[in-house]
């Protein structure tokens, strides 16, 4: 808890599978909340959602929802970001914003706590938090970066259906039940809910998601490439970025490969700078088959990182397996920490 203050928050998309996190966290009192104001779209205007006991009526968010409020986390979708977050602002908010909506926008900073707070001093109303898939990886990659440089990143994800949101988590349920019930599955969202065609995701991998752009990538991987250059302030790193989901609840798994800009670096040194890195946990043991999975990571907060080799033809090469909750530390817990940074930097 930090100083007297006390501020007025809003989360719109409170009933999502993101906005619940938020309100979870914000209930650890990472900051004093006076009031807070729980917004959706018209569906779920009426429910009530507890903070801190209490019962709180959700309201449809409009522009004119943001009088008095100090900071808005917006988690709703860029649509809804692109057309509300400037109407908090004018309100004299300060948005937090999950979308990817303004996250490659360059007068909004791109900010995961651990690796650039400092970029936080610049922001103009709006501030976004990375893709979850980015943001673990970058936890990841800064001390290294700091300490040996970093000249190319090639990562593969396996990622949770979470990051789908709640109803990509329902078909996985209804999916794995009609499997195993013998009948056919049927499939509305995944890959993509915008795309034209469909494909079960219970007992399958799917190597899209998001939509696909001209280059062949999907929208997911150059969120990643771009977002890790931005982050790292670094736009001549060669990221590479292949994307895939799996049949897993929750949190998601990434194969890193990385070359230093150093050479004569070892696997020690690599473990040494992840150990001492901030939010970071190493579970990296083969004798003892110790490494993280997606379970052991749900539900926590940090990044965990095993499985750290050197490559065997390439000097500067090391392999990486990177793991976290993508609705924590990949949504909910890092938007939280930035409003935490804002606050304790005197920027609200
Ligand atoms: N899940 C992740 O791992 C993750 C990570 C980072 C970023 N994000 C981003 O965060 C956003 C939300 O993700 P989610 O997983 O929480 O989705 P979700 O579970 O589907 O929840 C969506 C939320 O947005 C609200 N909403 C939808 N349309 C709205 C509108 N027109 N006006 C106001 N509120 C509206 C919904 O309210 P109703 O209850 O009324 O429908 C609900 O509260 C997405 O943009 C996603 O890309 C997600």
Redo the contacts with the bound molecule.
């Keep these: 808890m930090t100083g007297n203050k006390k501020y007025n928050i809003a989360i719109?998309?409170?009933?999502?599978?993101?906005?619940q996190k938020i309100i979870q966290y914000l209930e650890e009192e990472p900051f004093q909340v006076n009031n807070i104001k729980l917004?959706?779209?018209?569906?779920?205007a009426g429910t009530k959602v507890k903070f801190n006991g209490r019962e709180i009526v959700v309201e449809e968010?409009t522009p004119t929802s943001f009088k008095g409020i100090d900071i808005a986390f917006f988690?709703?979708?860029?649509s809804?970001s692109e057309k509300l977050a400037p109407e908090a602002v004018k309100s004299g908010a300060i948005v937090v914003d999950?979308?990817?909506a303004y996250r490659m926008d360059e007068n909004v900073p791109l900010v995961v706590p651990e690796v650039n707070a400092s970029d936080l001093k610049d922001h103009q109303g709006i501030i976004a938090?990375p893709?979850?898939s980015t943001i673990q990886m970058v936890v990841a990659l800064k001390p290294i970066q700091e300490a040996y440089g970093l000249s190319r990143v090639i990562v593969s994800t396996y990622q949770a259906v979470?990051?789908a949101?709640?109803?990509a988590q329902d078909e996985l349920k209804e999916q794995t039940k009609q499997y195993l019930n013998g009948e056919e599955m049927t499939a509305n969202i995944l890959p993509a809910g915008a795309d034209k065609k469909h494909y079960p995701i219970a007992f399958n991998a799917l190597p899209q998601i998001d939509v696909f752009e001209d280059n062949g990538y999907t929208k997911e991987e150059l969120k990643m490439i771009n977002e890790t250059k931005k982050i790292l302030h670094d736009p001549d790193l060669q990221v590479a970025a292949t994307c895939v989901r799996l049949p897993v609840f929750t949190s998601h798994s990434e194969s890193v490969y990385i070359e230093t800009k150093e050479s004569s670096v070892s696997v020690s040194d690599i473990r040494n700078v992840l150990e001492n890195g901030k939010g970071i946990v190493v579970e990296d043991d083969p004798s003892t088959q110790t490494y993280p999975t997606p379970l052991s990571a749900a539900e926590k907060k940090e990044v965990f990182v095993g499985r750290i080799r050197k490559d065997l033809d390439t000097d500067n090469g090391f392999h990486l397996w990177v793991v976290s909750d993508?609705?924590v530390k990949?949504?909910a817990w890092n938007t939280v920490q930035i409003a935490q940074a804002l606050v304790n930097n005197n920027l609200v």
Excluded: F, I, W, Y
């Design positions: 719109v998309g409170a009933t999502g599978a993101v906005g917004l959706s779209s018209k569906r779920s968010a988690s709703a979708g860029g809804v999950n979308t990817s938090n893709n979850c979470s990051g949101g709640l109803d993508n609705l990949g949504a």
